[in-house]
């Protein structure tokens, strides 16, 4: 399916102390063969320099209390935050295995419509 087809993509990934895996998925998340408008990285007061490693990209960085996350909670406030028609949560682990990953995601998410 060609780029034009799909609507505003936003990716939204809750951290908390993501480490260096965070890095290879934001490497993953930038090196897709269709690159997302937005990405939202939620994180929950890490120590361990995730918010050091978010900022080398272009993303929107949002820092909450350790204690105003929760699971459904925190990714409710990222799609509130979203701007995309279609919202892709991922995991600060979430390392896809193929450069193509957002795009057949999408395409089988526009086969519904």
Same mark, same amino acid.
């Given at each position: 399916m060609?780029?034009?087809?799909?609507?505003?993509?936003?990716?939204?990934?809750?951290?908390?102390?993501?480490g #260096?895996?965070?890095?290879?998925?934001?490497?993953?998340v930038?090196?897709?063969d269709?690159?997302?408008?937005e990405?939202?990285?939620i994180?929950?007061?890490?120590?361990?320099g995730t918010?050091?490693?978010?900022?080398?990209?272009? #993303?929107?960085?949002?820092?909450?209390?350790?204690?105003?996350f929760?699971?459904?909670?925190?990714?409710?406030?990222?799609?509130k935050?979203?701007?995309?028609e279609?919202?892709v949560?991922?995991?600060q682990?979430? #390392?896809r #295995?193929?450069?193509?990953?957002?795009?057949?995601?999408?395409?089988?998410?526009?086969?519904?419509?």
């Amino acid at each position: 399916m060609p780029v034009k087809d799909f609507k505003k993509v936003s990716i939204i990934i809750p951290t908390y102390n993501g480490g #260096v895996l965070f890095k290879s998925v934001l490497d993953n998340v930038f090196n897709q063969d269709l690159r997302p408008d937005e990405v939202i990285v939620i994180d929950s007061s890490s120590t361990d320099g995730t918010e050091k490693i978010a900022k080398d990209y272009p #993303v929107r960085f949002v820092k909450i209390k350790q204690t105003e996350f929760g699971h459904g909670k925190t990714r409710n406030y990222g799609a509130k935050l979203a701007k995309g028609e279609y919202v892709v949560f991922l995991t600060q682990d979430a #390392v896809r #295995v193929t450069s193509f990953g957002l795009r057949i995601l999408l395409s089988l998410l526009n086969q519904r419509r």
